[in-house]
Each structure stands twice: as C-alpha cells, then as structure tokens.
C-alpha cells in the first residue's frame, strides 16, 4: 500500500510540474515579419535624384522584438551587409545610401530582413531584388 500511495504522490508531482515546465520555455516562435516596402524600385550613387531608398517592415512577437536587421547587397558574389531598422510608428524602418553601395558593381539590390525576439527566437523574410542599384547619367 505504501508503494501505491508513493507512486499516486510521485505522478501527481509530476503532474503538477510539466505544466510548470511548459510555461517556463514560454514563446518558441520568432517573430511575424510582415507589409515590407521600399519608399522607391531605383537607387542610384549621389547627384541624381534616388540617392537613398527606405525599406519598411511591420516586425510583432508576443514577447516583445529585440532586434530587426536589413541584410543588402548588389551582386550574388557579393556578400550581405546588415543595419540595424529603427522603430518610427510601429513601423521598423532603415535608409540604404547610393553611396554605401558603390564598389559593387550596379544591378539588383538584394535586400531581407530579420528579426529576433526576447526569447532568443529568429525569423528571416523571404529575398527581395526589386530595387535596381543604377550609376547616375546627368544630361
């Protein structure tokens, strides 16, 4: 009998603390990295208009975003630069210069985002090429 009664007390322990545990590991998804745009589809070096393009992203988790990075670059042999997208409005937001991109040839510019929550947890959106990297031509 007391083997019973330690085997009902060591599985209502158990019961009780797997609960406990799953509530401990909390968030196990990273954030919803959503509504990405850029404020242009062309970006060129300085003395022409389009000098710069701003990327715009929604970034939400449950446990609160740590941090949002945009990854760019021009040229697949080229590897990505990152830069930290700042919150204006419950929007995340970062500029990219003409200027910061020279040195890599012109073309697509390759951009993504990702993000990471409080928990550790990453996400990454899918590759974006639509913005052109162009020299400028003054007439």
Known sequence: MKSFVGTVMLLLGIGLLLPACAGSQGDLTGPVISDISTSDKV?????????????TARVSDASNVKSVLL??????DQPFAS?????????YAAKVKGADLQGHGY???????????????KSESPHDDSVQFLPCVNN
Do not use: P
């Open 83 to 91: 830069s930290n997208m700042n919150l204006q409005n419950d929007i």
């Open 43 to 55: 970006v060129v070096i300085s003395d022409c208009l389009a000098t710069s393009v701003t990327i």
């Open 107 to 121: 073309g697509a510019m390759e951009f993504y985002i990702t993000a990471e929550d409080e928990a550790g947890n």
């Open 71 to 76: 990854w760019v670059r021009v040229g697949s």
